[in-house]
């Protein structure tokens, strides 16, 4: 008896079978379109924090005030809330990190970090056989450096174990070696510093950002110190983190604690997440209109359904239905088409997200990918899903009141 | 009228009217009459003089302006829709002129609606819906689709539907409005066969006076009044 409304509904969906087609065809598209846009651009997202979180880290602690208007704090002592501006002048400038050890030590309370590499930047020309170019040198621990950073994957000719046991050597962003059309193996020479050094190629790597891949080498720390003549400072610390998504809160703890500048990959990549975050928002924006099309389409079929059922509904009701049990007839329905909508759409959005994650794209630039990234997540599902039952169930919830409010007496008059 | 009868539906001084603009159109004019068990009455009347109107008040689809109805001999007037919604499921049938059959379902589905409503399962509603359209001579077409019915048939299908849930009222506006003469006659009689053998009350509206006569009761209406024959 429970059941009898759903099995009306059924009959009556059967016996439209093309207007319902056309109505669930419109939840699949929108179901799936939805899940292919967003599963793109998360994945593209998470793609590019994946790539710089492999690549720079998820903190980065300097002293360098080059881009800080001074330092403005605000701590909060028994309730009162103090602020402190420093103005640059004010602050007593130390390029690069005061005390590597007191520093290492200070940041061991931090349970968060999973690794740190202290990192000496510098400039220098890197001559090859033939041409020379300006680089950025990245002195780096080997060891320390591959526990925050993602280089034994980035690493595309070479092999980072010998670069680890030669201090002599250098790897290679790709773009550098290809401009100077230098081989793993081969020897260059490093001018600019405190003397030209002689160093040999021990791997090229491949970040995916072109502006890295163009300028960036890595040779070793004590190398590097020797070479730029700062033996003891002006090296800044690169960290990894357990959870990368707590990196804005643990930087404001260590700045709190160190006094030192520090910035979490939030902060310094913020405009190109901004940008993800907008095309995720817009396309999501734009894909739902399919979906409230396809509500639209499905408001237009039971609109005209219960018009032109509304014989039958006044039978219903000299038998015995009640307004509640007609509406529930043309609610069913929705639920119907929208069921079997979810099921349609989620398998088209699993399968087509399967079939773009192999159609080739070649992207450099801000990441490096060969073909389309695609981030699976349940949660594009769910939205879609929750988007679609919003849409159909408003669509149908209005006619089905209307037919709910149909009078029995009225109707069977009008129609004879 | 002998003693033994039982008077199933009685109507007292019923009044309804339509709004029409700011006037009110009066349609039924103060109509009292009373249906027993085991015969048929018949509505005639001229077109507009508000025969459907009195019987969809009687049937309870509509709610009088003045006036009182019993069913049973309880006053159903003033009854909640729950009520009213449950004595159409289980004591009153509906024919209406157009067989009204749901298109989308076959001829036992359609019969088997009201047992449905009413709690049976599929399965006890088919089977009881199969013996009346046995009854009707339908057993044949019982899981034909109803729009692949003829007239005549849809409305023996209807007949069947009204009937199925044993009502003790039957409620017809012109059951026969678009048959044949043949197919006319052969509905009359069997709604009279079931009035006698069931006990039914059948009250019929109807323009056809010579299916009128054949009525154990005839009830002349004009102008919203009824004038006895
Ligand atoms: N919903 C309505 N609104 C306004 N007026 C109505 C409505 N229904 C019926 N009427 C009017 O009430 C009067 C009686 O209508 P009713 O349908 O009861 O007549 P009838 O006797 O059944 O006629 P017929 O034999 O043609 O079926 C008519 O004048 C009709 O115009
Ligand atoms: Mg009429």
């Known amino acids: 008896m429970k059941f009898l409304n759903l099995e009306l ?3 009556y969906v059967l016996g439209r079978k093309r207007a319902m087609t056309m109505s669930l065809f419109g939840i699949v598209l929108g179901i799936a379109f939805f899940v292919i846009t967003q599963a793109q651009t998360s994945g593209f997202e998470a793609f590019f924090i994946r790539t710089i979180l492999g690549t720079n880290g998820a903190i980065r602690i300097s002293d360098s005030f080059q881009d800080m208007h001074g330092t403005v704090r605000m701590s909060s002592k028994d309730g ?26 200070a940041l061991s309370q931090f349970s968060e970090i999973s690794g740190i590499s202290e990192i000496l930047e510098g400039k220098a020309t890197l ?44 790897l290679l962003g790709n773009r550098i070696a290809h401009r100077l059309m230098l081989q793993t193996g081969e020897r260059v020479t490093l001018k600019g510093g405190t003397g030209n050094i002689q160093l040999r190629i021990a791997g090229i790597f491949e970040t995916g950002v072109s502006q890295i891949d163009k300028n960036r080498a890595y040779i070793h720390l ?66 739902s209109s399919i979906l409230l099309l396809s509500g639209l389409g499905i408001f237009n079929v039971f609109a005209i359904m219960v018009i032109e059922k509304t014989r039958d509904i006044a039978i219903l009701r000299s038998i015995g239905f009640k307004p509640s049990d007609v509406s529930a007839v043309f609610l069913w329905q929705g639920g119907i088409v929208l069921f079997i909508g979810i099921i349609l759409g989620c398998l088209v959005a699993i399968f087509s997200t399967y079939v773009i994650s192999s159609i080739p794209l070649r992207i450099r630039g801000i990441f490096s990918t060969d073909s389309f990234v695609v981030n699976w997540d349940p949660s594009h599902y769910l939205w879609a899903v929750l988007i679609a039952i919003i849409f159909v169930s408003i669509a149908s919830w209005i006619p089905a009141r209307r037919a709910a409010k149909i009078e029995p007496a009225k109707i069977i008059r009008e129609t004879l | ?22 006037r009110k159109n009066r349609v039924i004019k103060g109509v009292s009459l009373q249906v027993e068990a085991g015969e048929t009455t018949a509505v005639v009347g001229p077109s507009g003089c508000g025969k459907s109107t009195l019987l969809y008040l009687l049937g309870l689809l509509d709610r009088p302006e003045n006036g009182r109805i019993f069913l049973h001999d309880s006053d159903v007037t003033q009854s909640s829709d729950k009520t009213k919604t449950q004595l159409r499921n289980q004591s009153i049938g509906f024919i209406f002129q157009f067989h009204f059959l749901i298109k989308e379902l076959t001829a036992i589905e359609n019969v088997s609606l009201p047992l449905r409503k009413s709690g049976l399962n599929a399965e006890d509603s088919k089977e009881k819906s199969m013996l009346v359209l046995q009854k ?9 689709s109803a729009n692949k019915l003829s007239g005549g048939e849809q409305q023996r299908v209807a007949i069947a539907r009204a009937i199925v849930n044993s009502p003790s009222l039957i ?41 009128a006569l054949k009525t154990d009761n005839l009830i002349r209406m004009q102008d919203g009044l009824i004038i006895r024959a």
């Open chain 2, 1 to 22: 009228m002998t003693p033994s009868k039982k008077i199933l539906l009685k109507a007292e001084e019923l009044h309804h009217s339509f709004a029409e603009g700011v």
């Open chain 1, 9 to 11: 509904a059924w009959k």
């Open chain 1, 127 to 170: 001559a090859g056989s033939s041409r020379s170019q300006n680089i950025e040198i990245h002195g780096i621990v080997p060891s320390a450096h591959m526990m925050v950073s993602d280089i034994e994957n980035q690493i595309i000719q070479g092999q980072l174990k010998i670069f680890e046991l030669e201090p002599m050597s250098i």
């Open chain 1, 80 to 105: 009162k809330t103090k602020f402190l501006f420093n103005s640059r002048e004010g602050a007593r400038y130390t390029e690069g990190v005061e005390n590597p050890a007191l520093l290492r030590s």
């Open chain 2, 136 to 144: 009707l001579g339908m057993e044949s077409k019982a899981n034909r």
């Open chain 1, 222 to 287: 004590s190398t590097a110190k020797a070479f730029l003549g700062k033996r003891f400072s002006g090296s800044i610390f690169q960290l990894s983190m357990f959870n990368p998504e707590k990196a804005p809160e643990i930087s404001a703890q260590i700045q709190e604690a160190t006094s030192h500048r520090v910035i979490s990959w939030q902060e310094r990549e913020q405009v190109w997440l901004d940008v993800f975050k907008a095309l995720r928002i817009s396309s999501a924006i734009t894909v």
């Open chain 2, 171 to 211: 409620l017809a506006d012109e059951p026969t409005g678009n048959l044949d003469s043949e197919n006319s006659h052969k509905v009359f009689d069997l709604l009279q066969e079931l009035a006698e053998r069931d006990n039914l009350g059948v009250l019929i509206v109807t323009h056809n006076t010579d299916l």
